[in-house]
């Protein structure tokens, strides 16, 4: 069973020989975000967040504590059960412990925020927190246009990496700074120094806790994949610009040459490209910029569209 977040409701899917559709909850919410764990699923929407204790059967509003109820992104920590994470627009992170019963704003990224002037250009909200990455007790969040985060509480408190000056600037600092257009962040399982960022001025790693960055490729860029058995080898989502001949590329030597991987997809697409990576087994989940769903398997990565009457999806999980 998989479940597909978006701008109509959540979707429940399994597969035969195909996937299908087998529900449609919550319809008529724009649902931007959804983890699944211990039966448990918390869909994250433009208003606020919502609970199943029954595989999505019935709902709950889960929103208690919530100042800001635009949900961008929702995860929760591998390593400890209800301890879950709301990143919000405008930016700020709020922490439940109790399944998303209750939730507590993390003031120290609010001010953060308000000190830095976060601001996105397509909304006049003050900036919004896309994404998370967990290792241990090491944790970070991409900021969309703010930076890096970075926790050594396993989530409890925050402040800014230090390779990222929180200026949201789109000049952007000098290396070995990183570009404060972060869209998602990624914590490789071998070390929790070792830290991937797409931005929108390029893709970066830091080898030294978000102390500094590398440069590794020049692009705009969303979406990448760590192999967890093998940190150079990854999968990246390049485009030239936003939403601008999208593509999916590969590297086997941490980012020193790359190659195309995208079999059977007639790219780079024009005007998409792809805004998210879920792998889940031996699959790898592509979401569209344009609201389509891509899956390849990982040993070979041919692509093929799956679900295709489901329209405009914005994230994918499953029942962990």
């Known amino acids: 069973m998989i479940y597909l977040a978006t701008e109509n409701g959540l979707f429940a899917c399994e597969r035969d020989e195909e996937w299908r559709v087998v529900r449609h909850e919550l319809a008529g919410r724009h649902v931007t975000s959804v983890i ?4 448990t699923i918390l869909a994250g929407t433009t208003d606020g967040v ?13 929103s208690a504590g919530l100042s ?8 929760y920590h591998p390593d400890i059960s ?3 994470f709301a990143g919000t627009e405008p930016a700020c992170i709020f922490i439940s412990r109790d399944g998303a019963n209750s939730w507590r704003a993390c003031s120290e990224v609010e001010k953060l925020r308000d000190q830095h002037g976060w601001s996105m250009p397509y909304s ?22 703010g930076g890096v985060l970075r926790s050594d ?11 990222s000056d929180g200026n949201p600037s789109f000049e952007g600092p000098p290396p070995p700074f990183v570009y404060p257009d972060v869209h998602s962040i990624h914590v490789h399982p071998s070390s929790p120094d070792l830290v991937f960022a797409p931005t929108g001025g390029g893709f970066y790693r830091s080898s030294d806790g978000g102390k500094t960055w590398d440069y590794l490729y020049e692009c705009y860029c969303r979406a990448m994949w760590a192999d967890p058995s093998d940190p150079a080898h990854l999968i990246l989502a390049p485009a030239d610009y936003v939403n601008s001949n999208g593509r999916i590329e590969e590297t086997q030597d941490g980012g020193e040459t790359w190659m195309r991987a995208s079999t059977d997809l007639k790219v780079p697409w024009r005007r998409h490209m792809v805004e998210r990576f879920t792998q889940i087994d031996t699959e790898l989940f592509a979401v569209l910029s344009n609201g389509e769903l891509l899956s390849a398997p990982l040993k070979s990565l041919e692509w093929t569209r799956v679900l295709p009457d489901v329209k405009d999806v914005n994230a994918v999980t499953e029942m962990a």
């Open 68 to 75: 800001h109820r635009y949900i961008r992104w929702l995860a």
């Open 50 to 62: 919502f609970r199943s204790d029954d595989e999505g059967q019935t709902w709950q509003e889960a």
């Open 82 to 84: 209800d301890l879950e």
């Open 124 to 145: 006049h909200n003050a900036g919004c927190v896309r994404g998370f990455t967990f290792n241990g007790s090491r944790a970070y969040a991409a900021v969309e246009v």
């Open 153 to 163: 509480d396993r989530g409890e408190s925050w402040r800014l990496a230090e390779g």
């Open 36 to 39: 699944a764990r211990e039966g």
